[in-house]
T-cell receptor
Framework: AQKVTQTQTSISVMEKTTVTMDCVYE???????LFWYKQTASGEIVFLIR??????ENATVGHYSLNFQKPKSSIGLIITATQIEDSAVYFC???????????????FGQGTSLSVVP | EAAVTQSPRSKVAVTGGKVTLSCHQT?????MYWYRQDTGHGLRLIHYSYVADSTEKGDIPDGYKASRPSQENFSLILELASLSQTAVYFC?????????????FGPGTRLTVL
């Protein structure tokens, strides 16, 4: 069964620095997709970035990037030049299956709470 | 305009009572989902649907029913609410159930069962 684990419960960083949040996953499937979502203090959940398992290149969107280490089943989220508004809970999630799969459930990690302080 | 809306945003229910949580999406998505979030935990899938008038069980369906009367609307029903169902419930939608598809979430409904 697929499983996603985030061991960092909370992280605090200074504004304008770089932070990395860890995530490891378990899957028996050769094809899968990894996602990071952000949950703001208001509870809103937004999609940030996705990594396709068959791609060697790390995904990058704005000041978010991923550190995909497939042999270690690890997908870290890197936020550069952090801002106060980056303070939120970040969830790692995974969906098994290839691009043509009909349905695959999204399995979430426990979340990492990030505080960005001035 | 928010594409996935939920009502109510919060609710207090009594043990044994019936609770209905509603979700409406304007994304024109086929797939809709109900998740539960407990304090300090990630989201867990309760039910999902890929077409009107049909629902499927997720990972934790016990104690919950779902209804999809139209493509836009998806409800979660607690026939006999229990204390253990106190949580925040999120609705989401995606255009496909495929593994690569991102999901778009509603704002959540905070349910307290007393």
């Amino acid at each position: 069964a697929q499983k996603v684990t985030q061991t960092q419960t909370s992280i605090s960083v200074m504004e304008k620095t770089t932070v990395t949040m860890d995530c490891v996953y378990e899957t028996q499937d050769s094809s899968y997709f990894l996602f990071w979502y952000k949950q703001t203090a208001s509870g809103e959940i937004v999609f940030l970035i996705r990594q396709d398992s068959y791609k060697k290149e790390n995904a990058t969107v704005g000041h978010y990037s991923l550190n995909f280490q497939k042999p270690k089943s690890s997908i870290g989220l890197i936020i550069t030049a952090t801002q106060i508004e980056d303070s939120a809970v970040y969830f790692c999630a995974m969906r098994e299956g290839g691009a043509s799969s009909s349905f695959s459930k999204l399995v979430f990690g426990q979340g990492t709470s990030l505080s960005v302080v001035p | 305009e928010a594409a996935v809306t939920q009502s109510p945003r919060s609710k207090v229910a009594v043990t044994g009572g019936k609770v209905t949580l509603s979700c409406h999406q304007t994304n024109n998505h086929d797939y809709m989902y109900w998740y539960r979030q407990d304090t300090g935990h990630g989201l867990r899938l309760i039910h999902y649907s890929y077409v009107a008038d049909s629902t499927e069980k997720g990972d934790i369906p016990d104690g919950y029913k779902a209804s999809r009367p139209s493509q836009e609307n998806f409800s979660l029903i607690l026939e006999l609410a229990s204390l253990s169902q106190t949580a925040v419930y999120f609705c989401a939608s995606s255009w496909t159930g495929g593994a690569y598809a991102e999901q778009f979430f509603g704002p959540g409904t905070r349910l307290t069962v007393l």
